[in-house]
C-alpha cells in the first residue's frame, strides 16, 4: 500500500495547533506596540508630557512651568535642544544612554525653533528614548535664562532645580548632576 504525502499546509495547521495547545496565555507579554515610537511609562501623573517620543507637542512657558509643576515627585532632567545645533548633536548619545541607564529619572526634551522633519530625524537619528516638546517661538529658552542651545537643567524629586547647565553636556557633568538628583 503506497502512503500520500501530506500537503503542506494541513502540515502547517496541525504545527500551529500544537504549538497554540501548548503555550501559556497568561503568560504572554501584550503586543508590543509601534517601536519607532515607544511610550513613555515613568511620568504617567504628568498630563503635559507627551505620550510618545514622536508626539512633540508645541508648549509655550506658561505650558513649560506647569509640565515642571506635573513633573513633582520624580527626579527629573529637561534638555533643550534642536536639530540644527552641532553641540546638541554632540550631547545627544550621553543624554540618550544616560536615559536608559536612569530609569528612576524622567528625562524630557524642548525642541528649540526647529522644523517637525528635522526634529523627527533628530530622534530618531540619535535613539532618543524619551519626550520631548516643541518651543516654536523659542520662549522657553529664553524664559531659563539661555542665548542658545543646548541647555539642560536638572531637578530632584521635590521639584527644585539642583543645576543648570547652559552649553553642550559633558559626560562628568551629565553624571555628577544625575548623581545630584537621584539623592
Known amino acids: 500500500m503506497t502512503t500520500m504525502p501530506l500537503p503542506r499546509s494541513i502540515i502547517f495547521v496541525i504545527c500551529v495547533l500544537i504549538l497554540g495547545a501548548c503555550t501559556d496565555t497568561a503568560a504572554q507579554e501584550p503586543p508590543a506596540s509601534d517601536t519607532s515610537s515607544p511610550a513613555i511609562v515613568l511620568a504617567s501623573g504628568a498630563p503635559l508630557l507627551p505620550d510618545t517620543v514622536a508626539e512633540l507637542p508645541p508648549i509655550d512657558v506658561d505650558g513649560f512651568h506647569e509640565l515642571l509643576r506635573q513633573l513633582h515627585g520624580t527626579p527629573f532632567v529637561v534638555n533643550i535642544w534642536a536639530s540644527w545645533c552641532d553641540p546638541c548633536i554632540r550631547e545627544a548619545p550621553l543624554l540618550s544612554s544616560a536615559a536608559q541607564t536612569h530609569r528612576d529619572v524622567q528625562f ?49 524629586a521635590d521639584g527644585n532645580q539642583v543645576a543648570k547647565v547652559i552649553g553642550e553636556l559633558s559626560e562628568e557633568t551629565l553624571a555628577e548632576n544625575l548623581r545630584a538628583v537621584e539623592r
Open 108 to 156: 524630557v526634551g524642548v525642541d528649540h525653533q526647529d522644523g517637525r522633519g528635522g526634529a523627527e530625524t533628530f530622534i530618531e537619528q540619535h535613539d532618543i528614548p524619551y519626550p520631548s516638546v516643541f518651543d516654536p517661538a523659542g520662549a522657553i529658552l529664553t524664559d531659563i535664562g539661555a542665548i542658545g542651545p543646548p541647555a539642560t537643567l536638572f531637578y530632584d
